[in-house]
């Protein structure tokens, strides 16, 4: 799936915007589940972009941790863009491995789509609104007003990640998926 829209997210305008058929994904879904083949190459992008961010919203606890969740918020809060690094360094390393290697490859994705935003229309702003609800929600549902000023932070921390992923993760985070 990373793989696919690492390769076609970048020229697809509206990637992790629009959706994909609900009846393909549903159906994909259950074949994915079910350990059946799968070959996304075939289906649109939209549907792949949906299935991933399922897939991401299906992590017990989000890749980000639930646990952490207000240590996240208050990552923007913190003063310039070096203390912001620092300390979003120090929450990845209380991740378990899988979910930096997933976030790794996730910001690698984010990173190519937003390097071709004038292409895509999808700036670090634009793919946070459509991916931080996916990486991150707290670990009680609460009332729609804090709900929404939780999602306005973590979509400002992931639009963030975005624009500085080569100085969180490293620059290698641009050859991840190799020579395409």
Known sequence: MLSLLYQEGPSTEGIFRRSGSAKTCKELKEKLDSGAEVDLACESIFVTASLFKDFLRNIPGSILSSQLCDKWVSVMDQGNNEEKIKSIQR???????????????IFGVLHGIEMRSEENQMNAFNLAICIAPSLLWPPTSSSPDIENEFTKKISSLVQFLTENCCKIFGDEITSLFGEI
């Not at 929450?91 to 490859?105: D, M, S």
């Open 91 to 105: 929450l990845i390393e209380q991740l378990p491995r899988a979910n930096v290697v997933l976030l790794r490859y």
